[in-house]
Nanobody
Framework: QVQLVESGGGLVQPGGSLRLSCAASGSIFSISDMGWYRQAPGNKRELVATVTRRGTTGYADSVKGRFTISRDNAKNTVYLQMNSLKPEDTAVYYC???????WGQGTQVTVSS
């Protein structure tokens, strides 16, 4: 059984930063591409960023230049560094194993003054 546990969410002012972490149990982390998604109230879940097993990254246009995804295979953890946060970044953020369809429970990010 694979478990993904996100952490690091919270309330931050516009322009601030947060770092999300997703710790994975089980043996598939190092063989799976990983992604961060988000879902705001009333909206569909959307892809934010991806990182392949070899470390190649990709980003949604809305976060490009502000967010950075990374992974540490030794720690079975994927990160999302979020800078220059905007109110429209407010959402529940989820990590996902792209090759095996496991999801975390989500962590709330609220950007507000």
């Amino acid at each position: 059984q694979v478990q993904l546990v996100e952490s690091g969410g919270g309330l931050v002012q516009p322009g601030g930063s947060l770092r999300l972490s997703c710790a994975a149990s089980g043996s598939i982390f190092s063989i799976s591409d990983m992604g961060w998604y988000r879902q705001a109230p009333g909206n569909k879940r959307e892809l934010v960023a991806t990182v392949t097993r070899r470390g190649t990254t990709g980003y949604a246009d809305s976060v490009k230049g502000r967010f950075t995804i990374s992974r540490d295979n030794a720690k079975n953890t994927v990160y999302l560094q979020m800078n220059s946060l905007k109110p429209e970044d407010t959402a529940v953020y989820y990590c996902h194993t792209l090759n095996y369809n496991y999801w975390g429970q989500g962590t709330q990010v609220t950007v507000s003054s």
